[in-house]
């Protein structure tokens, strides 16, 4: 079992940045593929990155590529977005989420265990 934790959402304007953590308890946390997902206001969620057990390989949305940054610290159970030059096509409650598989996962089905999320708002 894995719980996770996000934290660092907010409200910011256009072009600005923010940094979103998700804290997670449990043992395992290194063997998990881990991933950051989002969802709007009447949309579905999606897909926004992933991240492989060690940090070595990384996948992103078309929409955030190149604008975001997924990196974990497996010795501080701690994942991390860092997002730059943020949109308000941007604004949703963003989640984090853990997969018994290792590798970069980006389908949300293959994921077991989510956060409760944290809500990011971009003013135009």
């Known amino acids: 079992q894995v719980q996770l934790v996000e934290s660092g959402g907010g409200l910011v304007q256009a072009g600005g940045s923010l940094r979103l953590s998700c804290a997670a308890s449990?043992?395992?946390?290194?063997?998990?593929?881990m991933g950051w997902f989002r969802q709007a206001p009447g949309k579905e969620r999606e897909f926004v990155a992933a991240?492989?057990?060690?940090?070595?390989?990384?996948e992103y949305a078309d929409s955030v590529k190149g604008r975001f940054t997924i990196s974990r610290v497996n010795a501080r159970n701690t994942l991390y977005l860092q997002m730059n030059g943020l949109t308000p096509e941007d604004t949703a409650v963003y989640y984090c989420a853990a997969s018994r598989n290792s590798g970069v996962v980006i389908r949300t089905t293959d994921y077991r265990y989510w956060g409760q999320g944290t809500q990011v708002t971009v003013s135009s």
């Open positions: 449990g043992r395992t946390f290194s063997s998990y593929g």
């Open positions: 991240i492989n057990w060690a940090g070595g390989s990384t």
